[in-house]
């Protein structure tokens, strides 16, 4: 079992940068998955990185090169680099784990990108 909880989240101009982080209740390099998915109003939920326990990482084709799913086993933390962030950006950012063959989710944060 393993609990989420992500920060981070907030109000930012187009072009901006924030960063995600997600605060596992144990060993991110113990979770054999986690991810960052967003849902924007009126649209179904999207993976947006992931990475596995391996080290793996896989990115939506809409933010390759602009965001970097990264961890640190020292803080049970997987963060989201989010750069040059765009009003298409905006979107409910919830953290997900796959551990041992159940998900877990964090509560989300709100990201909004004015233009």
């Known amino acids: 079992q393993v609990q989420l909880v992500e920060s981070g989240g907030g109000l930012v101009q187009a072009g901006g940068s924030l960063r995600l982080s997600c605060s596992a209740s144990r060993s991110v390099f113990s979770i054999n998955f986690m991810g960052w998915y967003r849902q924007a109003a009126g649209k179904q939920r999207e993976l947006v990185a992931g990475?596995?326990?391996?080290?793996?990482?896989n990115y939506a084709e809409s933010v390759k090169e602009r965001f970097t799913i990264s961890r640190d086993n020292a803080k049970n933390t997987v963060y989201l680099n989010m750069n040059n962030l765009k009003p298409e950006d905006t979107a409910v950012y919830s953290c997900?784990?796959?551990?041992?063959?159940?998900?877990?989710w964090g509560q989300g944060t709100q990201v909004t990108v004015s233009s």
């Open positions: 990475i596995r326990s391996g080290g793996t990482t």
């Open positions: 997900y784990a796959a551990l041992d063959l159940r998900g877990y």
